[in-house]
């Protein structure tokens, strides 16, 4: 019997409706148990232990579920990585394992043949050994490793044609006819001169006497591989997210001691052609002055330069921050150096000045719950991309835009790639910034209006409340600090509320300024404390207040309270004329529960949490071997941090109350690693978490042993993740431009009116943009008594999970990504 070691993640209210529906003795039925973070079927330890208790019915193997409309028997695929051209430095980012690991599983799920392709396009030239069959099993314990299992080479043999006809004929011998290429736009496009010259290579590997010959045509898809997500047509590139995790890091661990000496820091980071990782470092840690290659400075950048560290230094800031891209450059295309610019603030001003270069470090590590999600689902769709691939189908890639996956010709992307360096090239920087894609666009214009407009002489006379509601949670300091900054920008007077609802009943009002928000980036929690009260019993007081202190606007950051408490503010205008304001309530909880918004500020934070709290117990359970986790997390009777846990560690399981379930559902096929998630906010008086423990405790002697882990409120803590201070920021600003604008709608008469509905709005992330929804509109689509909306985007992404955990079910194919074009950018800007 084969050792082995799991864990169980199980969604609350997923027990309240089991006790309802099955006696007692159907619940004993088998632990999955398996590698933690692979999910592995081991049939035979399967085979070998008896049931755990006689009355559960027992499956025997499980087929893989085939896709209806195709037939994929013997479905030859394959599947390699490959960095830095054909020839060019490798680079294996974090995140790639989670590609190959989905890759394979759903190829293997449809039927398909998989194999490997070790090292690169050298592998596949060289062929052999090279060139192996992946298994189930092969792709194990992969999710937290970093850089890529099956290895990268560099590889002058593939840019002859001699050596593109040997890898044909090595791919001819395996009747290999689809091919899932990871890599940056130098590996794609070796992939595509491959596919369309593979007509002619067969051709002459018949001419020299092969007649193993049968296939005319070679289907490719690609997924970019790149920490520096220098690829356009994709909002985030595999492996970006993860460096940027390491870069916060050691900003982070620089800032203290920064702001002890009162140092000046330059931060140099990768990206030779691309300043992506530069920019978003800036916003995430709030930095003086950023350089990058598409956008470089102004003539005279050294004395505007010099004054702004200055005038920081006159605010009582206590430390500067300089963010270098490697290949920054000035006007005239010379290169920008960190020791040129440490030169400078040290001759110039005389600061204590320091200079930190990054270097490999950004590629290394564990990588984050983004990329694993990112890649898994990359992985899932290039393998759906060749199902549905026909011989005049051009070779395309699988990338990202908002939180969409989406298709894009290769060839368009590369080319719209190689249109940014040459817009470089030529000094048109305005097009090289539209051109990196809208994502890039945004953040550029964020920084822009955050760190380099300085505030009006002339103020509106307009004050604008912000508060937080509900339970902390990282990223909402982050939120208030962009507010309140681009508040000051606007030439607005910007008001504190402390302790939420109550803070704003009791007259907890008081202004804040531009130095009192230095810092709150990377700081979790609330600075401004919270509160879940919500305001109905209090709106005589608060109406007073918000008059009191002449409130124009109000800015609510904080989770369901937050909406909530804005509907009731709402409703109240009937009543108080002092709500009729302008506000807009943005989402912060870790729940990721808020109508109007597929993301809330928190939830990427928590979610590392769990990820990086299950590869402990996954290092656990690998030593001490037959074990089973039950991992209880937070969500109250919102399934989204245990279904996205679930799929970054590999659990097996993710029980929640948005995924109906019967008694079938937990007859468990045989024996693997698995991993349950439980929400226990809204637990069932019953079934707790401890009677689930006890259950497995008691019925597995012999066997295996439980454990339980409960996560807690260490979910709502620590500094907040990249993509939640980059998200916070944003949200941030674009509320008060839009309040901005709002304000001169409503001026009537001399003061300000608003009671349309469009003047109360949810800003959230909808697919694939930031939008603004009224309030009053949302009810329609929210479940009050259970405090989620009644649509959520993430229920279709459980079926890869269970699908990646080897689950006997059917893919939903109905929505698939469709294949776009991204040329049509390159028209408009040449127009």
């Known amino acids: 019997m084969s050792h082995f070691s799991g864990a169980i993640f199980i969604s609350e209210p997923f027990v309240s409706r089991l006790a309802s529906r099955a006696p007692l003795c159907v619940l004993f039925f088998y632990i999955f148990v398996a590698n933690f973070s692979g999910a592995d079927l081991f049939v035979v330890w399967r085979r070998e232990t008896p049931p755990i208790h006689s009355c559960c019915p027992v499956k025997r193997e499980p087929r893989h579920a085939s896709l209806p409309q195709h037939n994929f028997s013997q479905w030859p695929l394959v599947y390699w990585t490959s960095k830095g051209g054909r020839d060019g430095t490798q680079d294996s980012p974090k995140g790639m394992n989670a590609a190959v690991r989905a890759t394979v599983r759903v190829g293997l799920y449809t039927g398909a043949k998989v194999y490997f392709v070790h090292e690169g396009y050298q592998g596949l030239v060289d062929g052999g050994d090279n060139i192996r069959p992946a298994t189930w099993e092969s792709v194990s314990m992969m999710l937290q490793l970093g850089g890529t299992v099956i290895g990268s080479a560099r590889c002058k043999d593939f840019r002859s044609r001699e050596g593109?006809?040997?890898?044909?004929?090595?791919?001819?011998?395996?009747?290999?006819?689809?091919?899932?290429?990871?890599?940056?736009?130098?590996?794609?496009?070796?992939?595509?001169?491959?596919?369309?010259?593979?007509?002619?290579?067969?051709?002459?590997?018949?001419?020299?006497?092969?007649?193993?010959?049968?296939?005319?045509?070679?289907?490719?898809?690609?997924?970019?591989?790149?920490?520096?997500?220098?690829?356009?047509?994709?909002?985030?590139?595999?492996?970006?997210?993860?460096?940027?995790?390491?870069?916060?890091?050691?900003?982070?661990?620089?800032?203290?001691?920064?702001?002890?000496?009162?140092?000046?820091?330059?931060?140099?980071?990768?990206?030779?052609h691309c300043g992506y990782l530069a920019l978003v470092t800036a916003l995430a840690c709030g930095a003086d002055w950023v350089f990058i290659p598409e956008m470089p400075p102004d003539e005279g950048w050294e004395n505007h330069l010099c004054r702004r560290l200055t005038d920081q230094r006159a605010r009582g800031s206590r430390l500067n921050v300089i963010i270098v891209a490697e290949g920054a450059i000035s006007r005239d295309g010379k290169p920008i150096t960190s020791d040129q610019i440490k030169k400078l603030v040290t001759d110039r001003l005389g600061f204590d000045t320091r200079t930190t270069i990054l270097g490999h470090v950004q590629r290394g590590g564990t990588p984050s719950a983004f990329d694993r999600i990112l890649g898994s689902r990359m992985g899932v769709e290039a393998v759906m991309a060749l199902l549905e691939a026909t011989p005049d189908t051009p070779?395309?890639?699988?990338?990202?835009?908002?939180?969409?996956?989406?298709?894009?010709?290769?060839?368009?992307?590369?080319?719209?790639?190689?249109?940014?360096?040459?817009?470089?090239?030529?000094?048109?920087?305005?097009?090289?910034?539209?051109?990196?894609?809208?994502?890039?666009?945004?953040?550029?214009?964020?920084?822009?209006?955050?760190?380099?407009?300085?505030?009006?002489?002339?103020?509106?006379?307009?004050?604008?409340?912000?508060?937080?509601?509900?339970?902390?949670?990282?990223?909402?300091?982050?939120?208030?600090?962009?507010?309140?900054?681009?508040?000051?920008?606007?030439?607005?007077?910007?008001?504190?509320?402390?302790?939420?609802?109550?803070?704003?009943?009791?007259?907890?009002?008081?202004?804040?300024?531009?130095?009192?928000?230095?810092?709150?980036?990377?700081?979790?929690?609330?600075?401004?404390?919270?509160?879940?009260?919500?305001?109905?019993?209090?709106?005589?007081?608060?109406?007073?207040?918000?008059?009191?202190?002449?409130?124009?606007?109000?800015?609510?950051?904080?989770?369901?309270?937050?909406?909530?408490?804005?509907?009731?503010?709402?409703?109240?205008?009937?009543?108080?004329?002092?709500?009729?304001?302008?506000?807009?309530?943005?989402?912060?909880?870790?729940?990721?529960?808020?109508?109007?918004?597929?993301?809330?500020?928190?939830?990427?934070?928590?979610?590392?949490?769990?990820?990086?709290?299950?590869?402990?117990?996954?290092?656990?359970?690998?030593?001490?071997?037959?074990?089973?986790?039950?991992?209880?997390?937070?969500?109250?009777?919102?399934?989204?941090?245990?279904?996205?846990?679930?799929?970054?560690?590999?659990?097996?399981?993710?029980?929640?109350?948005?995924?109906?379930?019967?008694?079938?559902?937990?007859?468990?096929?045989?024996?693997?690693?698995?991993?349950?998630?439980?929400?226990?906010?809204?637990?069932?008086?019953?079934?707790?978490?401890?009677?689930?423990?006890?259950?497995?405790?008691?019925?597995?002697?012999?066997?295996?042993?439980?454990?339980?882990?409960?996560?807690?409120?260490?979910?709502?803590?620590?500094?907040?993740?990249?993509?939640?201070?980059?998200?916070?920021?944003?949200?941030?600003?674009?509320?008060?431009?839009?309040?901005?604008?709002?304000?001169?709608?409503?001026?009537?008469?001399?003061?300000?009116?608003?009671?349309?509905?469009d003047s109360a709005c949810v800003l959230g992330m909808k697919k694939r943009a930031l939008t603004f929804q009224p309030l009053a509109e949302l009810k329609a689509d929210t479940d009050f008594e259970h405090r989620i909306p009644k649509t959520q985007w993430w229920l279709k992404i459980r079926p890869i999970m269970k699908i990646l955990a080897k689950y006997d079910i059917k893919l939903d194919t109905s929505e698939h990504a469709d294949m776009e074009h991204v040329l049509k950018k390159r028209s408009l800007l040449t127009k």
């Open 395 to 757: 070779a395309c890639v699988v990338s990202l835009s908002g939180n969409q996956a989406v298709r894009l010709p290769l060839m368009e992307c590369v080319q719209v790639t190689k249109d940014v360096t040459a817009a470089m090239a030529q000094g048109r920087f305005e097009d090289a910034i539209k051109l990196r894609g809208k994502s890039f666009e945004n953040n550029w214009n964020t920084y822009k209006q955050l760190a380099h407009i300085n505030p009006p002489d002339v103020k509106s006379n307009i004050n604008v409340a912000i508060m937080n509601i509900g339970a902390p949670c990282a990223g909402m300091n982050a939120a208030v600090r962009a507010a309140v900054r681009m508040g000051i920008i606007q030439g607005h007077n910007m008001l504190a509320v402390h302790d939420g609802f109550d803070g704003l009943a009791h007259g907890q009002i008081e202004p804040i300024t531009w130095t009192s928000v230095s810092g709150w980036t990377g700081k979790g929690g609330s600075m401004l404390g919270t509160k879940r009260t919500l305001p109905a019993k209090m709106l005589e007081e608060i109406s007073q207040n918000i008059a009191k202190h002449n409130i124009h606007a109000l800015v609510i950051i904080g989770g369901f309270e937050a909406y909530v408490g804005g509907l009731e503010l709402v409703q109240a205008r009937e009543k108080y004329e002092e709500m009729c304001i302008p506000m807009v309530v943005i989402p912060a909880t870790v729940s990721n529960n808020v109508p109007g918004s597929d993301f809330s500020i928190g939830a990427d934070t928590a979610l590392n949490t769990i990820t990086s709290t299950c590869d402990r117990i996954k290092q656990s359970a690998a030593g001490t071997k037959r074990r089973v986790f039950i991992v209880e997390t937070m969500g109250g009777y919102c399934g989204y941090l245990a279904t996205m846990a679930g799929l970054a560690a590999g659990a097996d399981a993710a029980y929640i109350f948005e995924d109906k379930f019967n008694i079938k559902d937990l007859e468990v096929s045989s024996c693997k690693n698995t991993v349950s998630l439980r929400l226990n906010e809204n637990c069932n008086a019953n079934y707790t978490t401890d009677f689930i423990f006890n259950l497995y405790s008691e019925e597995g002697k012999g066997i295996f042993d439980c454990r339980k882990n409960v996560l807690g409120h260490m979910q709502q803590g620590g500094t907040p993740t990249p993509f939640d201070r980059n998200f916070g920021t944003k949200m941030g600003a674009k509320s008060v431009m839009w309040l901005t604008e709002k304000l001169k709608q409503c001026y009537r008469h001399g003061r300000i009116f608003a009671n349309t509905p």
């Open 164 to 272: 593109r006809m040997q890898a044909a004929c090595n791919l001819v011998e395996l009747g290999i006819t689809n091919l899932c290429v990871i890599g940056g736009d130098g590996s794609l496009t070796g992939a595509n001169e491959f596919r369309t010259e593979w007509s002619g290579l067969l051709a002459d590997l018949v001419r020299a006497g092969n007649d193993e010959v049968k296939s005319s045509h070679l289907n490719i898809v690609g997924m970019v591989g790149s920490i520096d997500n220098d690829f356009c047509g994709t909002d985030m590139t595999i492996g970006t997210d993860s460096a940027l995790h390491r870069i916060i890091e050691v900003v982070d661990a620089i800032t203290t001691t920064a702001q002890s000496h009162q140092r000046t820091f330059i931060l140099e980071v990768m990206g030779r």
